[in-house]
């Protein structure tokens, strides 16, 4: 039921691929030059997410200001190497491919008994170590590769993927994605393969899920972008468990997509009172 629910209503988050790169392209430049840098430091997984988000990158900056960095682990699929490496070859961008598995391996041996979701979450953060050591190497920011989905369903590692300096696909939903990335010149590998965070053999992330991306796409459209309620968006023939399944989620996941909490006990406390934009440039002190 959900599916061909999901897939009727996916037509209503078309959007034109050329101005969404042209507004994305011009936030990326906007946002790295007005930190006082060029050049930009991107994780290339082999996914789609990565790919659109470098092609964006070179397409804003430059392909030769934009470094690609692949972390693989020991288990990591060889087709997600590949098809990094496609990018890499298709744009012309500088890169560098550092594996992480003997800074991972100490600590996963460590505890026996860790988890999938533990070790996937410890590669992720040493992934964004890397990435920024290699921003101080190079002088370059880190930029994001998560989608809109991820971030509302909370399919993301704090200090890991989320932990970057700007995030120039994340309002976008998956299928958005898709859409932008056959604009763009993705090679059709990338784009139709099943999405996967490549933590373990086999691994996807619908399948970690319990839902497709395009099931997914489509209640979230409902419950955010056209501010449905739960009942209303079961009404457009979805299950009422789903939706409130997938709502649960977005409201158990936004400290996620929130800076830290900070106790107010002043005048004027950061992120209650004393507010500005990320770009804010007030001179210190009175004048």
């Known amino acids: 039921m959900t599916v061909d629910t999901a897939a009727s209503l996916l037509p209503r988050l078309r959007i034109n691929p050329a101005l969404a790169t042209r507004i994305l392209t011009g936030f990326i430049r906007d946002s790295i030059t007005k930190a006082g840098m060029q050049r930009a430091v991107i994780g290339l997984s082999g996914g789609i997410d990565s790919a659109v988000s470098a092609y964006l990158a070179a397409q804003a900056l430059g392909a030769d200001k934009v470094l690609a960095v692949r972390m693989p682990y020991k288990t990591s699929s060889a087709d997600s190497l590949a098809h990094a490496e496609a990018v890499i070859e298709d744009l012309g961008a500088p890169q560098l491919t550092l594996p992480i598995s003997e800074m991972a391996d100490p600590l996963i041996e ?90 373990w053999v086999g691994q996807t992330d619908e399948s970690e899920l319990g839902f497709t991306y395009d099931q997914a796409d489509a209640v979230l459209f409902l419950l955010v972008d056209e501010r449905y309620t739960v009942a209303e968006a079961a009404a457009e023939g979805f299950s009422r468990d789903f939706v409130a399944q997938i709502w649960e989620r977005v409201k158990a996941n936004h400290y996620k997509r929130t800076m830290p909490n900070i106790a107010k006990l002043s005048k004027r406390s950061i992120g209650h009172d004393f507010l500005y934009l990320r770009d804010y440039t007030g001179r210190a002190g009175r004048v």
């Open 110 to 199: 460590r505890f026996p008994e860790m988890s999938r979701l533990r070790r996937g979450n410890i590669m992720a953060r040493l992934r964004m170590i890397m990435l920024y050591d290699q921003s101080m190497a190079w002088g370059g920011l880190v930029m994001g590769t998560s989608n809109k989905t991820e971030f509302l369903l909370g399919y993301s590692t704090i200090y890991g993927d989320s932990g970057v300096a700007l995030h120039p696909i994340a309002d976008l939903y998956k299928a958005q994605v898709r859409q932008l990335a056959r604009h763009l010149g993705v090679p059709e590998a990338i784009i139709d393969k099943p999405p996967s965070a490549d933590l």
